[in-house]
């Protein structure tokens, strides 16, 4: 056993020492190296690009929505009871004041002959409250001329001071009485007055057991039948949907908040529907709404589209896929979005960088103290504004600056918007802070950038630009850059098996 274990240890370390030979250029033996065209192929390695050009630019607006009828009404019923007839049924046509169902009418028949035969026994009790009133001035009239005569008597001392009391008593009740007669009279009228009122309400509901349509059109939607009861108690429960015109229809489009910006009334519009995915239909934004909707955490506001539809092809309730046209800048300085999303490597842009490649946010700044000259702040206010800004801005700018850092640089760039509106904040008075941030409100939809520009043969610069309007294809450049110039998309190489050897923000030869 101690043998073999000898025997396994001397082949071991002879097979070690074989392999160290190998790797420390053992004459007569191969050594590792980098692969055959490698250093070819990394010599063949150039910058790609694009060039700035003249063009539109389209800001399309992507939704979903519904399509409905521009006029809809719900036809309800505001009494209660048997419905005993219907005159109408899906996709019947209606003209205003036609009869679609009726409501059994008996109670309200019964209700109404109540009322009337309390109406007239109403009237007949004027009469006798006339009457009373009648007596009681007689009666009143003949008292006053007996306390005349006991008055005249009691003078003469020929009747007594109770005899006379009493006359005046008994004139004084009789005062009351023709007063409390009157009274009556006035109750017994107001009564027939609420009676007639409840008269009129009985008529009116009994009209309504009669469901007339309110306009004309086509009923689009049906929801009670012969012999079901309907209950009116709380709100008038739906019958019939009718819609005035289906040859106008609009679409409900749900818009998310990121896209309501620039989105304004009279917008074309373009959608299709899943029933008819090659025809285009065309329409505008008649109206943005207001209020907004929470679903899953995403707000959305309802932008409503008229659309034409002469052929009646678009029914009620279809999906509707719209694109809307919120913006159109023509004849722009524009290119092709993808020069926007180049990122270098560290790597890449030691080797590839000019020398004299500019700080994108040094021009920011300078756009700030622009805006603060615009706003009418004093020179002075302003110098004081941009040492507190220079001191307080730096550490930001300096991993801003970083091109090795580009993946930071949009939280950083947030975080410098926020620092420099508080900064300003506290240095402007009320009026001046108000009027630049009108000044920024008015430059909202314009923002800041970075492009890696073609300088010379075989090197780049970043140029600090301004974006505008961009859509699936193309970005507008505001400021930055010129037609003609050469913008960097990538890094490749030769091909070599049908791929490229390189790609946008990455590595050399690295495979997508």
């Given at each position: 056993?101690?043998?073999?274990?000898?025997?396994?240890?001397?082949?071991?370390?002879?097979?070690?020492?074989?392999?160290?030979?190998?790797?420390?250029?053992?004459?007569?033996?191969?050594?590792?190296?980098?692969?055959?065209?490698?250093?070819?192929?990394?010599?063949?390695?150039?910058?790609?690009?694009?060039?700035?050009?003249?063009?539109?630019?389209?800001?399309?607006?992507?939704?979903?929505?519904?399509?409905?009828?521009?006029?809809?009404?719900?036809?309800?019923?505001?009494?209660?009871?048997?419905?005993?007839?219907?005159?109408?049924?899906?996709?019947?046509?209606?003209?205003?004041?036609?009869?679609?169902?009726?409501?059994?009418?008996?109670?309200?028949?019964?209700?109404?002959?109540?009322?009337?035969?309390?109406?007239?026994?109403?009237?007949?009790?004027?009469?006798?409250?006339?009457?009373?009133?009648?007596?009681?001035?007689?009666?009143?009239?003949?008292?006053?001329?007996?306390?005349?005569?006991?008055?005249?008597?009691?003078?003469?001392?020929?009747?007594?001071?109770a005899r006379l009391e009493e006359a005046e008593r008994t004139v004084g009740v009789s005062e009351a009485d023709v007063k409390l007669a009157?009274?009556?009279?006035?109750?017994?009228?107001?009564?027939?007055?609420?009676?007639?009122?409840?008269?009129?309400?009985?008529?009116?509901?009994?009209?309504?057991?009669?469901?007339?349509?309110?306009?004309?059109?086509?009923?689009?939607?049906?929801?009670?039948?012969?012999?079901?009861?309907?209950?009116?108690?709380?709100?008038?429960?739906?019958?019939?949907?009718?819609?005035?015109?289906?040859?106008?229809?609009?679409?409900?489009?749900?818009?998310?908040?990121?896209?309501?910006?620039?989105?304004?009334?009279?917008?074309?519009?373009?959608?299709?529907?899943?029933?008819?995915?090659?025809?285009?239909?065309?329409?505008?934004?008649?109206?943005?709404?207001?209020?907004?909707?929470?679903?899953?955490?995403?707000?959305?506001?309802?932008?409503?589209?008229?659309?034409?539809?002469?052929?009646?092809?678009?029914?009620?309730?279809?999906?509707?896929?719209?694109?809307?046209?919120?913006?159109?800048?023509?004849?722009?300085?524009?290119?092709?979005?993808?020069?926007?999303?180049?990122?270098?490597?560290?790597?890449?842009?030691?080797?590839?960088?000019?020398?004299?490649?500019?700080?994108?946010?040094?021009?920011?700044?300078?756009?700030?103290?622009?805006?603060?000259?615009?706003?009418?702040?004093?020179?002075?206010?302003?110098?004081?504004?941009?040492?507190?800004?220079?001191?307080?801005?730096?550490?930001?700018?300096?991993?801003?600056?970083?091109?090795?850092?580009?993946?930071?640089?949009?939280?950083?760039?947030?975080?410098?918007?926020?620092?420099?509106?508080?900064?300003?904040?506290?240095?402007?008075?009320?009026?001046?802070?108000?009027?630049?941030?009108?000044?920024?409100?008015?430059?909202?939809?314009?923002?800041?950038?970075?492009?890696?520009?073609?300088?010379?043969?075989?090197?780049?610069?970043?140029?600090?630009?301004?974006?505008?309007?961009?859509?699936?294809?193309?970005?507008?450049?505001?400021?930055?850059?010129?037609?003609?110039?050469?913008?960097?998309?990538?890094?490749?190489?030769?091909?070599?098996?049908?791929?490229?050897?390189?790609?946008?923000?990455?590595?050399?030869?690295?495979?997508?």
């Open positions: 056993m101690t043998k073999q274990f000898l025997v396994y240890g001397i082949a071991a370390l002879m097979f070690s020492l074989a392999g160290c030979n190998n790797e420390t250029g053992n004459p007569g033996k191969k050594t590792k190296g980098p692969p055959p065209g490698a250093e070819a192929g990394a010599a063949q390695m150039s910058l790609q690009s694009v060039g700035v050009m003249k063009g539109d630019v389209t800001r399309v607006v992507n939704a979903s929505g519904k399509v409905i009828p521009q006029e809809q009404v719900m036809v309800g019923s505001e009494v209660s009871g048997r419905v005993v007839d219907v005159m109408v049924d899906y996709n019947s046509p209606v003209k205003k004041g036609q009869v679609l169902a009726e409501i059994d009418a008996e109670k309200f028949n019964n209700t109404l002959e109540q009322l009337r035969g309390r109406l007239k026994s109403a009237e007949a009790d004027i009469l006798v409250q006339q009457a009373s009133i009648n007596r009681a001035r007689v009666s009143l009239e003949q008292n006053r001329k007996v306390l005349s005569r006991q008055s005249s008597l009691f003078q003469q001392e020929a009747v007594s001071k009157e009274a009556r009279l006035e109750s017994a009228k107001a009564t027939i007055e609420q009676t007639k009122a409840q008269i009129r309400n009985a008529q009116t509901d009994l009209r309504r057991t009669v469901i007339r349509s309110p306009i004309d059109g086509v009923i689009i939607e049906r929801k009670i039948d012969p012999g079901q009861t309907v209950a009116a108690s709380f709100s008038a429960p739906e019958l019939f949907v009718i819609a005035a015109d289906l040859s106008n229809m609009r679409v409900e489009a749900q818009i998310v908040e990121s896209d309501v910006a620039g989105l304004d009334q009279g917008d074309m519009v373009k959608f299709t529907v899943d029933a008819y995915p090659d025809i285009t239909f065309e329409g505008k934004v008649e109206q943005l709404r207001f209020m907004s909707k929470t679903e899953n955490n995403i707000v959305t506001y309802v932008a409503i589209v008229s659309v034409r539809n002469e052929d009646g092809i678009l029914l009620p309730g279809m999906t509707a896929n719209l694109e809307i046209t919120a913006d159109v800048r023509a004849g722009v300085t524009r290119l092709p979005i993808s020069a926007e999303r180049f990122r270098p490597s560290p790597e890449q842009i030691a080797r590839w960088q000019d020398s004299d490649s500019q700080s994108e946010e040094a021009g920011a700044l300078d756009q700030v103290y622009e805006r603060l000259e615009r706003a009418g702040v004093p020179n002075g206010k302003i110098d004081q504004s941009r040492r507190v800004l220079e001191q307080s801005t730096r550490p930001l700018l300096d991993i801003i600056n970083d091109p090795t850092k580009s993946f930071m640089h949009t939280p950083m760039k947030i975080q410098l918007a926020d620092l420099t509106s508080n900064i300003l904040k506290s240095q402007l008075t009320p009026e001046e802070f108000s009027k630049y941030n009108a000044l920024v409100q008015a430059e909202k939809n314009i923002r800041l950038g970075e492009l890696w520009v073609l300088s010379g043969a075989d090197k780049m610069k970043k140029v600090p630009v301004k974006f505008g309007l961009s859509d699936s294809a193309f970005v507008e450049l505001v400021s930055g850059l010129s037609e003609g110039d050469k913008v960097v998309t990538g890094i490749g190489g030769a091909k070599r098996g049908g791929r490229p050897g390189g790609r946008p923000g990455g590595r050399p030869g690295k495979k997508p």
